[in-house]
Structures are given as structure tokens and as C-alpha cells.
């Protein structure tokens, strides 16, 4: 059988984490078996990591506060995860920035919480929602130099409904997160 490995970077809560896990990890795509090879965080204590131990992947800790720099940090993160010889690296929830030492070696998709190139930050799900946009949705994008603009892969949007709270924006902008991201992972991975 045909497979191919996927490592996932988090930082928090982890809920995409767990919806590739629920939905692609150890399943066949076009004759293609995907597996979550390893998980990695940047911070110790978060949910995220009890959501992969029920997989039973135990996840490698790199706390970035033991770093002095941004690039001795990735240049961590990036022998670790090259050591797994994974086919794709997926930023599912990793809250941080990266330096080319990390883009320039590693092929990896970040899912962001905004319709790209609108909202890039960390604070997309509040600004989008305080705009007066009619839409929000989420993006699927490759991961480069440049924050939160690489090049889009897939994007979903909604309606904003009359009256609509912060937490049923959110709540909205979860749900399709935890459909587009997995799928979009199959489309990279077994369409070639
Ligand atoms: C998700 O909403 C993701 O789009 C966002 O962090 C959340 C992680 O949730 N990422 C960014 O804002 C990246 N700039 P999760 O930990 O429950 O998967």
C-alpha cells in the first residue's frame, strides 16, 4: 500500500488537529493511506496534546520561549520534523511566525481563519467580524516568506446572519475549518 506521512504543528486547543485525525489518519484516499506521523507544539499543558495521545501520538514538546531567536527556534523545528520524513507539513492552530529557515525547507499549508488577503494576524476571527463585511470564511494557503500570504489553496466562506454573535461567527468559522482543512489535505496529497 501506497502511503503518505503528514506532520501537524499546533499551539492550542488543537480541534483541527483532532478533525485530520478523526477524519484522514490511518484512512485510503485514491489508493493513498495518509498518516499523522508526528504532532509537534510549541507549548507544554495545551489541549491540543491530549487530543493526539487519544490517537496515541505522543507529541514532541519544542517550547520557542527556550529559544534566544526566532531562527534557532525553527532550525529546531526543522530537524525534527525532517527526521520524520513527512510528504506535508500542516499548521493546524501554530501561532507563530516563521523565518525562511523554516520556509525555504519545508513544504507546508497553514489554515487561517480569514478570507485571505483580507485579516492576515493572529486576530482574524474578531477583525473579521468587527468589519462590515456581509462574508467570512477561511483559507487553505501554502506557507511562505511573507505572513499569511502564500499562495491560496482553497477558501470557503459564509454568510453573515442577521444579528449574528462573535461566538457564532467563530463557531461558523471553526466548522469549516475542520471540513476544509482535512480535505484539502487529501487534495494535495493523493491528486497528482
Ligand atoms: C484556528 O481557528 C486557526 O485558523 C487559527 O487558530 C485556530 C486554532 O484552533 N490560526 C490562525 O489564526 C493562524 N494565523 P485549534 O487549535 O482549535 O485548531
Redesign the pocket.
Known sequence: MFSKKIAVL?S??????EAILSKIHGKIFNGVKLEVAVTICNKSGVY?IERAKKYGLETIIIENKNFATREEFDTALVNKIKKHGVDLVVL??F?RILTPVFTSQIRAI????SLLPLFKG?H?IKESFESDMKVGGVSVHWVSEEL?GGKIIAQRAFEREKDMSLEAWEAK??AI?HEILPETIVEILTNN
Open positions: 499546533f492550542g486547543s488543537g480541534s483541527n488537529l491540543g493546524a492552530g501561532m497553514n489554515l487561517h481563519p493572529a482574524a499569511d468559522i471553526h475549518e
